[in-house]
């Protein structure tokens, strides 16, 4: 009696797993069948004229170097802000790469001072405005929200800072830098405010490789 | 005569009862196997119907040559990553054929990453030239995201109030892995599926047993399948190319492109 409530449980449970897995995989798999698709008929018009194989490779060839012409041919520099890692090239080489930091992507608000600033690294095609060997870093007033500190008036002295930027700075404009770092510990992370910053030794071959003028591809 | 013992009549009994059983089973299996057919059958009609579709809208354009395909598949991979090129913003271009999947900025190839593993829809593998001509000629563009991450994650910070609260804001971290699965719609409607996974065995058995992110789009496509046919209407078909890439890179390339970004593809 009881076998034979079993069975018939059986062969529902079986039923029920059968539909299931034919609506999951088996229907799925039976659209993308070649199986059951027929293959499209190529549709009957007019052949190219003059169209031959020698052409064709002419203008894909010319298309090509139109192409490779897009990559400049001096230094220039690729910067994975999601990795931080950056690529130094020159002449189409991959000439150096390494660790760097890149913006936080964070928005400080502050209320009590009606105050708010994004602190992202912008993606897309820049370019070396100015190169600056020593560079003093004059603080935005954000430096000083961020550290619940009050913000001084423009030219105090506490708003210069010698070694923070390292040894070199490459301007980008908008206010945005490759440059050098006290904070080492931090190379590889998303912890800057918007600027890039390099290790010492990357940011003098970066420094000594790139001319005013050279591309920097951020992404 | 031989008299009915008490053991017959509870025999007589029970196989009353099993017949109602049976008859269930066997309506309710019959019920599922209807179910199936129609299903499969408005299914894949709606392969074939995409497929006439294509066809016709490519009716009157001039014939490609067989012998000349692969070098016209090429001219127009170079030419759509030129038009690509023209653009501002970051593009992607998913050479299927070197399995490459590469960001471009301005024509120059910022990151390249190798495909591990990658399945297309049987209606790619069906078409003829003029529909492949008419569906990556040219760059297409991105119309939505859908994805297992945040794509521009941005975290909104209060700013201390003093020193001390600066320096506990500090050292808060986020550590949480999170499965990298993305999905672009493009505008010549279909999809392009990125799984971030970091082996090839990996990303096929993560794609058979259907886990997280993408069995929840794979049921939510299969209810919206279901709603049409019970209407006994076609359900929609989206034909789809599934590459699988390393997580980080996946990663990368999602929060790198702009919402309306360029796709140039070669298949």
Known sequence: MIRTFLIYLAILIVGVLFFGSMILFGVPALQESTFVLPKMATQAGAEEAGTTR??????????????????????????????????????????????????????????????????????????????????????????????????????????????????????????????????????????????????DEDLEVVFNTMAIGSKVYIY | MKENSAEDFDSLYVKKKYTGLKTFVIFFCLILLALISVYTYLSVGAVRDRMKLSQAQTEGATAVSPSLIGLMKDKAWVESRLKMASNDSIGLSVDLENHLLQLELKGVVVMSTKIRDYSASGFFKRMDGNVYFSMFGSPLTIQKYISSIEKNPFKVVQAPKNEAEAEAARSIKDTIHHEVFWTVKLDRDFELNIQGIDSVSASQSKYKLGKGFEFKRDLKNITNSFQQIIKFKKPVYTPEILISIPENEAKAILRALPRNAAVTIRI
């Open chain 1, 54 to 199: 020698e052409s064709l490779e002419k203008e894909i060839s010319k298309l090509q170097n139109k192409l490779d012409k897009c990559t400049p041919n001096d230094a220039y520099i690729v910067i994975n802000t999601n990795d931080n890692h950056f690529y130094l090239f020159k002449n189409k080489q991959l000439i150096r790469d390494g660790l760097c930091s890149s913006g936080k992507n964070e928005r400080l608000v502050s209320a009590e001072r009606n105050y708010k600033h994004d602190f992202y690294t912008p993606l897309g095609v820049l370019k070396v405005l100015t190169k600056q060997k020593n560079p003093v870093w004059a603080k935005p007033n954000w430096a000083f929200i961020e550290d619940g500190l009050p913000i001084p008036p423009p030219g105090d002295p506490s708003r210069f800072e010698s070694g923070t930027l390292g040894a070199y700075k490459l301007t980008l404009g908008d206010g945005y830098m490759i440059h050098g770092t006290i904070y080492k510990r931090f190379m590889g992370m998303s912890v800057t405010h918007g600027c890039v910053r390099l290790g």
